[in-house]
């Protein structure tokens, strides 16, 4: 075999062994990328401030039922939707008890800045209510002020998507400590209380869900 001819299978040995690495170094162009999957995209302030709000919501929702059982004692008072009787639903009227704000599912009507403003106004009434009711009773200040996390993080919410501001987002003015009369007024107001806010934040978790999802569509869409 000639000169020549050994070199024909050094080469193809040598191109065997550098193909890889070639293929390595090469540059890809822009056409040729694999797209990147919106999962892969870094989180914006919005979603971030959500999943927090969101996590917090989670551990209100944990924290309840214990709260629930270490302050309430009153036969009946059970923290069970089914205990909601026609006489409580007086006791709530005789002790002014407002409804939480009223969260829908995000509409061209219920926009993003009315579901934020009224995640925003039903955490200052049940931080308001529990503000009072822990003057009268012990076992609720963890809780009030992980409702002013929570607050945090919504007003975090409104501040980088720059949302205005919804007639219900005010702080209500309570008159709760008047009518308190005696203990057992004081227990309906927590047991009703904080069965109220179990409810807020199962809508809570929901809408924080599709304005994190809402947000991330319209980014998207630009």
Same mark, same amino acid.
């Given at each position: 075999?000639?000169a /020549?001819?050994? #070199?024909?299978?050094?080469?193809?040995? @040598?191109?065997y &062994?550098? &193909?890889? @690495?070639?293929?390595?170094?090469?540059?890809?162009? !822009?056409?040729n990328?694999?797209?990147?999957?919106?999962?892969?995209?870094?989180?914006?302030? &919005?979603?971030?401030?959500?999943?927090?709000?969101?996590?917090?919501?989670?551990?209100?929702?944990?924290? @309840?039922?214990?709260?629930?059982?270490? =302050?309430?004692?009153? !036969?009946?008072?059970?923290? +069970?939707?089914?205990?909601?009787?026609?006489? %409580?639903?007086?006791?709530?009227?005789?002790? *002014? =008890?407002?409804?939480a !704000?009223?969260?829908?599912?995000?509409s061209?009507?219920?926009? %993003?800045?009315?579901?934020?403003?009224?995640? #925003?106004? /039903? *955490?200052?009434?049940?931080? /308001?209510?529990? *503000?009072?009711?822990?003057?009268?009773?012990?076992? $609720?200040?963890? %809780?009030?002020?992980?409702?002013?996390?929570? %607050?945090?993080? =919504?007003?975090?919410?409104?501040?980088?998507?720059? $949302?205005?501001?919804? #007639?219900?987002?005010? +702080?209500?003015?309570?008159?709760?400590?008047?009518?308190?009369?005696?203990?057992?007024?004081?227990?309906?107001?927590?047991?009703?209380?904080?069965?109220?806010?179990?409810?807020?934040?199962?809508? @809570?978790?929901?809408?924080?869900?599709?304005?994190?999802?809402?947000? $991330?569509?319209?980014? /998207?869409?630009?």
């Open positions: 075999m000639t /020549g001819n050994k #070199s024909v299978p050094v080469m193809v040995l @040598l191109l &062994f550098l &193909f890889p @690495l070639l293929v390595q170094l090469a540059p890809v162009s !822009p056409g990328q694999a797209p990147v999957s919106p999962g892969n995209h870094a989180p914006t302030p &919005f979603k971030e401030a959500a999943e927090r709000a969101k996590t917090l919501v989670e551990k209100i929702l944990r924290d @309840l039922p214990s709260v629930h059982a270490s =302050i309430v004692n009153t !036969p009946g008072l059970t923290f +069970d939707p089914s205990s909601q009787t026609a006489h %409580l639903q007086m006791m709530v009227m005789s002790l *002014g =008890i407002p409804a !704000p009223v969260l829908k599912p995000l061209q009507r219920f926009t %993003l800045d009315m579901c934020v403003s009224r995640m #925003s106004a /039903g *955490g200052l009434l049940y931080q /308001g209510l529990l *503000g009072v009711l822990a003057d009268r009773v012990d076992g $609720l200040m963890d %809780l009030r002020s992980d409702l002013r996390d929570l %607050l945090t993080h =919504i007003h975090k919410m409104k501040e980088v998507s720059q $949302l205005g501001v919804d #007639s219900q987002d005010q +702080d209500q003015s309570l008159d709760l400590a008047s009518r308190l009369h005696g203990n057992y007024e004081v227990q309906v107001a927590v047991h009703v209380t904080l069965t109220q806010l179990r409810s807020f934040c199962h809508d @809570l978790i929901r809408s924080l869900r599709a304005v994190a999802t809402y947000r $991330l569509r319209a980014v /998207g869409t630009r």
